[in-house]
Each structure stands twice: as C-alpha cells, then as structure tokens.
C-alpha cells in the first residue's frame, strides 16, 4: 500500500465509449502525474500537476483529457480511444518542492483494453 | 536526446548475487532512481543516488558514477521474492523522470 489509490483496476471499452481513470494520493503530496505503461517499454509521462496547475503535457492525443480539481485528485477522461491504447496507466504523486526529495509513488494502475 | 538503457532480461540463481548495470544521457542531471515492480504491480522505490559512490540498504546496493553516465543495482542473497522488473529513472535539469524499459529479472531455484 503506497498511499496512491487508482479505479477502476481494471476496463474494457470500445473506441466509442467515454470513461475516466481516477487516482487519489493520501501522502500530502503537490505534485501528481499520469504515466502511459506498455510491454516492454518505458514508462511514457503524459501529464504532471504540480500544485493542481498542468506543466507538462508531452504531446498526448487529446482523446486523453486530464483534471486535477484538487492536490489530492486526479482523473484522466478518456473518449474515443483507439486498440493502440491499450495499456497500464499508472498515477503517481511526489514532494517536488522543501524536501529535496523527488522519489515518486505510484498506484497500482488501470490495465485498459480498448477493443 | 534523452535516453535511458538497460538489459531486458537477465537470470539468477536463488541465493546468488546479480548486477544489473543502467547507462544514461540526459538534459542535465539530478540523480538516479531505482525502482522494483513485481507483474501487475505498482513500481515501488528501492534507491536514489546523487552523489559517486555505493549506497547500501540490505541486501540491496545501487552505484552512481556521473562522470560514465553509469549505474548499477546489486543484489545479494538471491530471493525467489526479487523475481520482479526493475526500472532505472534519472531525474532531468526539470526534475522530470526520464524511465529505463526496465530488466526483467528472473531467480531460478
């Protein structure tokens, strides 16, 4: 238990549906991201709030839309999706700033399947 | 570009000891991570290194030289338990993670 919760763990959705990812850190955290998790690749950064104010958004499709209404929540909107999104999404938080220290936490992700 | 690489797969016997070496380049350089994520599970920390040098931590070590771009994670005393993937992650000039694909390890009795 990491102090980093995400639902649902697991989803299926077609390339018309809409559903959202949740996450939600109980660390106290400022800063929270959503990372892309595929076979045999390195973890992709798609987003990182920081303070709940976006950062970094690298050049994710905008069928992905992310929201963060507080320090604690994170949700990634999902809609029209294609097969080749299908992935671990995983949701991470960190102290970025007073500690020096930026080890990241992550939950236990959302295995997608788009079919 | 930035770029992280390390072995795909490697195996061990149990009660062994195995190194996993990482090599990195990046923009600017603010440590080195190692993480541990056994199938279907959450990567979970194991080390950071800023500074040359060993740091150990059980039967865990990690090695940093800056100067080489180099890194390895040692571990002693092989456990059936550390069959697992472990990431290798350097912190960027923007505090950013830049992710290796990870090794797969694998302990054989």
């Known amino acids: 238990e990491t102090g980093v919760t995400q639902t649902p763990r697991h989803l299926v959705m077609g390339m018309t549906n809409k559903k959202s990812l949740k996450c939600e850190q109980h660390?106290?955290?400022?800063?929270m991201y959503w990372y892309k998790q595929s076979a045999k690749k390195p973890l992709e950064l798609m987003f990182v709030y920081n303070f709940k104010e976006q950062t970094e958004n690298n050049s994710v499709p905008s069928r992905f839309s992310p929201e963060c209404p507080n320090s604690s929540h994170l949700f990634l909107h999902l809609h029209t999706l294609q097969p080749e999104d299908s992935a671990l999404y995983l949701c991470a938080s960190s102290q970025q700033e007073g500690t020096g220290s930026y080890e990241q936490y992550f939950g236990p992700g959302t295995r997608l399947t788009v079919t | 570009g930035q770029n992280i690489d390390q072995p795909t797969e490697m195996t061990a016997t149990e009660g062994a000891i195995v190194q996993i070496n990482c090599t990195y380049q990046?923009?600017?350089?603010?440590?080195l991570f190692w993480y541990q994520q056994h199938a279907g599970e959450a990567p979970t920390f194991l080390s950071y290194n800023v500074l040359d040098g060993l740091e150990e931590k059980g039967r865990f070590s990690s090695f940093l030289s800056r100067s080489k771009g180099y890194s390895y994670l040692l571990l002693k005393e092989l456990q059936m338990k550390d069959s697992a993937s472990y990431l290798c992650a350097a912190l960027d000039s923007n505090y950013q993670l830049i992710w290796g694909a990870g090794t797969k390890l694998i302990i054989k009795p």
């Open positions: 660390l106290g955290h400022n800063a």
């Open positions: 990046t923009s600017g350089f603010n440590g």
